[in-house]
Each structure stands twice: as structure tokens, then as C-alpha cells.
């Protein structure tokens, strides 16, 4: 179950990002059930988040948004967590100062539109491989050459 749940979640992840959206943590807990506890919730987010894309590269957890629009602190402790040197370049180093919702909201559009893009471009990759493999199908061979 545990599986099926995190594709479930990958899937809506990546709908949201090919549509440019968000998907909000209701609908992220609606997905879980009543049935699975917060922590058990939050590994499967995880994994998810891992099936999409490797983190060090880019979170797909980004794509979550509270109330306020912004993703919960489970985005930031990752971020933080993966991509060390790039937070503290962009928030500052969380033992120092409080990292404010400004910057906050600066990293998110940012990486957000990583996302978009990224999911934009892989969502167009299998169609332009389907439809080059069709020209290569209907195409007649240029072997063997008779001279």
C-alpha cells in the first residue's frame, strides 16, 4: 500500500507541475488516509519527492503549498538538507538568523519554476520520442545502397 500511495503522490506532484500549479497539503493529506500517522505521511512525501527527482538536483516538494502558499518546513529542512551551500547563500544560515517569508518566497519562485520547467520538458519528452520513432518507421531505410 505504502508503494502504491507514493506513486499516487508522485503522480499528483508531477500533474501539478505540468499544469504550473500547486498541489496543497489538504490534498496531499486527503491522498494519505486517516489511517497512516503524520510521521508515516511525511516518509512517504519522502519518497515520493525522491521518485520524481533526485533532491540534490531539484525537490519536487516545492510544489506543495500550505494556506500562506508557501511549502511546509518539510521542503526547507530538505532544501537544507540536499543543497546546503545553496540555502545558505539564499536564506542565511539558520543557527545565525530566522530565515524570513520574504526569502522564503524568493528560493520558492525560483525553484518552483525549476520544477515547471523541468516537468515541461520531460512531460515532452516521450512524445517527441514517439513521434521521431514514427519518421524513422515511415521513413524508408537508406540501407542497402545500390550504386
Known sequence: MEDELTERIARALLRAAIKRSVLSYQRFHDLCGPELSYAQRYCVL????????DPRRLDYGVLLALDSGLPGD???????????????????????QRQSVKQKWALVRVERMRAY?????????????????????????????TT
Open 46 to 53: 519522502e519518497k515520493a519527492v525522491e521518485s520524481v527527482s
Open 74 to 96: 518539510d521542503y526547507f529542512r530538505r532544501f537544507y538538507r540536499y543543497r546546503h551551500d545553496e540555502y545558505l547563500r539564499s536564506m542565511g544560515d539558520p543557527r545565525i
Open 117 to 145: 520547467e523541468d516537468a515541461r520538458v520531460e512531460s515532452a519528452l516521450p512524445r517527441a520520442l514517439d513521434a521521431n520513432a514514427l519518421v524513422h518507421i515511415a521513413s524508408p531505410l537508406p540501407w542497402p545502397r
